[in-house]
């Protein structure tokens, strides 16, 4: 059986019938949408959302300067005051 990884869970129907109330009930945490008693989705407030797109490209970033960082054959001296 897969994990849930959230504090709220609900079913599709239960999604269905009233989503505002879900979200209200969840006040700012994940939920875990449950297809026959097994995650299907997970909702999540848009701040939330936000966060996590924000800390998926820094990480994409941080991958950049790590790989660039480590090849020195395509390092450029420059002086300061050449720039």
């Given at each position: ?77 420059v002086k300061l005051d050449d720039l």
């Open positions: 059986m897969r994990q849930v990884l959230a504090d709220y869970s609900a079913s599709v129907s239960e999604l269905k019938k009233n989503p505002s109330a879900l979200l209200s009930e969840a006040n700012g945490s994940a939920i875990a949408i449950l297809n026959h008693n097994k995650p299907a989705a997970y909702l999540v407030p848009a701040e939330t959302y936000e966060w996590l797109m924000d800390e998926l490209d820094d990480y994409a970033l941080s991958q950049i300067v790590a790989e660039r960082q480590a090849d020195k054959a395509s390092v450029v001296e």
